[in-house]
């Protein structure tokens, strides 16, 4: 995970904590976005350190009031899942512009 962070340091204007040393993080994007980003237990059973390469990824959409989102409009119909570190870049890279609007 803190190879993923450092990554998105160093490619964006995201925030994004010093020190990841959960399962699960928040981001904000510069659009005011907050996105949770997790490597769930349940999809990565099949880790072991020789095979980290291979973890399972997943990002949400966090509302103002701290509680996942859901907007079919950014494609936020449920979690997103993702194979690789370069996904998730690319994904929160794609997210950046665009904000969820509450109603």
């Known amino acids: 995970m803190n190879l993923l962070a450092n990554t998105l340091r160093e490619y964006t204007n995201i925030d994004v904590p010093d020190k990841i040393t959960h399962h699960c993080f928040r981001i904000t994007l510069s659009s005011g976005?907050?996105?949770s980003v997790s490597v769930p237990p349940d999809a990565n059973a099949h880790l072991t350190m020789e095979n980290?390469?291979?973890?399972v990824f997943e990002t949400a959409l966090v509302g103002n009031d701290g509680h996942l989102k859901y907007s079919k409009e950014l494609g936020y119909d449920d979690i997103q899942r993702f194979y690789s570190q370069a996904e998730v870049l690319d994904e929160l890279i794609r997210l950046i512009p665009?904000?969820?609007i509450e109603k």
């Open 33 to 35: 976005q907050v996105v």
């Open 52 to 55: 980290l390469e291979s973890a």
């Open 98 to 100: 665009l904000t969820l």
